[in-house]
């Protein structure tokens, strides 16, 4: 059972737009703690998608997008591409026990 | 362009010691950043299992903690993790990775991730 909890599945047809949720608790992402995420290819590493909430890296299409609000988050994707289906996970910091990054179950991702 | 890539058996016996090495390459592990340790079990989500700053200071999984060792050897720019008493659950690829300070001291997110190497534990 993840610390923060994703839906297992998502799906979407090319060009539309769809939205990833993960759920926190307020020893996660309600204390404020940023949210990052990742997303893994099939049979790769995984590879930072959007980090401090809202934040792109380099070469990191602007079709991704994140948010926070109260003790949870979203990955959005608009203009959805058949290369986006893959397993998206998001992660935080817990201060809960002695504290720990975590992560959400993660998310698989079919473009229909 | 920094670069991490793991190494190691990739087959171990129930009840051995995994060790693993996380090769940096192209960044002095002594000039900053928490290194840490992340593995997936197959056909499971990732799970963080601890991670060292460059100073050597560490920082574990509170469910991996009495298992798991994790040192740096800055002469060779590299960091290692051991863990104990494997089991089959411990099945799963390993993962090393560099974090980047978020907002705060305690928000980091790895925006280097190696390969991954494959640890199979089976008698």
């Known amino acids: 059972q993840s610390v923060l909890t994703q839906p297992p599945s998502v799906s979407g047809a090319p060009g539309q737009r769809v939205t990833i949720s993960c759920t926190g608790s307020s020893s996660n992402i309600g204390a404020g703690y940023d949210v990052n995420w990742y997303q893994q290819l099939p049979g790769t590493a995984p590879k930072l998608l959007i980090y401090v909430n809202n934040n792109r890296p380099s070469g990191v299409p602007d079709r991704f997008s994140g948010s926070r609000s109260g003790t949870s988050a979203s990955l959005a994707i608009t203009g959805l591409q058949a290369e986006d289906e893959a397993d998206y996970y998001c992660?935080?910091?817990?201060?809960?026990?002695?504290?720990?990054?975590?992560f959400g179950g993660g998310t698989k991702l079919t473009v229909l | 362009q920094v670069q991490v890539q793991e190494s190691g058996p990739g087959l171990l016996k129930p009840s051995e010691t995994l060790s693993l090495k996380c090769t940096v390459s192209a960044y002095p592990l002594s000039s900053g950043f928490y290194w840490g340790w992340i593995r997936q079990a197959p056909g499971k989500g990732l799970e963080w299992i601890g991670s060292i700053y460059h100073s050597g200071s560490t920082f574990y999984n509170p469910s991996l903690k009495s298992r798991v060792t994790i040192s740096v050897d800055t002469s060779k720019n590299q960091f290692s993790l051991k863990l104990s008493s494997v089991t089959a659950a411990d099945t799963a690829v390993y993962y090393c990775a560099r974090q980047i300070v978020g907002t705060s001291g305690l928000d980091y997110y790895m925006d280097v991730w190696g390969k991954g190497t494959t640890v199979t534990v089976s008698s």
């Open positions: 992660q935080s910091y817990d201060s809960s026990l002695s504290g720990s990054w975590v």
